[in-house]
């Protein structure tokens, strides 16, 4: 296969992003954006921060549509995937990157937390993927990219058994998802963060965070662009032959 010119465009693509009011779906958005994309904006409250950013979106020439919905509510999700075939006819790529962390360890953790970490994070993505996939079974290509993290991988430093079991699962999800849709050509595929400056990072203490990025052999964390950017690389071209892989994002921390 030849690449285009711009190998990364994404012109006259669609793609919807969850959780993209603020962190790393914000700036996914952005990028995509910047590379031609029209974009779903998935968001749960704050949407005024969803409104600002597709306005940027506006600036940059491309569409931005606002679909709030709670990701982990199943009725809400089947609402979200009618109005994105009405906005865009169809979807090219789907960003599951919606979550939240809610830290504590096994000792302080109740069932509640439990549930609505599970529920945002891997629930939400069988929710989001169920009702969007048919849009691009019907286009024969697609891209979905599924937010893990490094506690899915080597569990968490936090101690968050829920979270590292959510995100855990999403890989397993994915590679499962990535077998099964790789004969309609849409690819599946997940990205693993390490410690990313976000809202999210707030919950965690300095002392775990100053633990972490000591131990990560770029010396610090990602910014949530840095991140954004294996999210474009998963969507275009250059990934072309990629499914069912994770990728790890986390300045050398994974090998430590
Ligand atoms: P933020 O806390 O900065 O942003 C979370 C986003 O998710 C917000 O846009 C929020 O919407 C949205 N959201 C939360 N719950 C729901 C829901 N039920 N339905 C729809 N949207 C929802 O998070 P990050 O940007 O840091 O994280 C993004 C993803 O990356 C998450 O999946 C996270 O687990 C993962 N990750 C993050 C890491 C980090 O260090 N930051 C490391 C590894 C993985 P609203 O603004 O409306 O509340």
């Not at 979550?99 to 302080?108: A, E």
């Amino acid at each position: 296969m030849i690449f285009p010119n711009n190998p990364v465009s994404l012109e006259g693509k669609t793609a919807l992003i969850t959780g993209a009011s603020r962190g790393i779906g914000r700036a996914t958005a952005l990028l995509f954006a910047r590379m031609g994309a029209d974009i779903g904006i998935n968001y749960l409250r704050n949407q005024a921060a969803a409104e600002e950013l597709a306005t940027e979106i506006g600036r940059l020439g491309c569409r931005a549509v606002l679909f709030q919905a709670d990701v982990a509510d199943r009725a809400a999700v089947v609402q979200m995937a009618a109005q994105v075939k009405v906005a865009f006819g169809g979807l090219d790529i789907l960003v599951n990157n919606a979550g939240v962390s809610l830290t504590n360890d096994i000792f302080g953790l109740t069932q509640e937390t439990w549930h609505q970490v599970i529920e945002t994070n891997l629930t939400g993505l069988f929710n989001t993927c169920q009702e969007l996939i048919p849009l691009m079974q019907s286009q024969g290509s697609g891209s979905i990219i599924n937010l893990s993290s490094i506690a899915g991988r080597r569990g968490s430093m936090f101690g968050d058994v829920h979270y590292a079991a959510a995100k855990a699962g999403v890989i397993g999800f994915t590679q499962t998802l990535a077998r099964t849709l790789a004969r309609w050509k849409i690819r599946v595929n997940a990205v693993a963060p390490g410690v990313t400056v976000s809202d999210m990072l707030a919950e965690n203490s300095s002392e775990h965070l100053d633990y972490i990025v000591q131990n990560t052999p770029l010396g610090r964390s990602a910014s949530v662009e840095e991140v954004a950017g294996v999210c474009l690389f998963l969507a275009s071209g250059l990934a072309n032959f990629m499914t069912g892989t994770t990728l790890d994002v986390n300045g050398g921390n994974y090998m430590t």
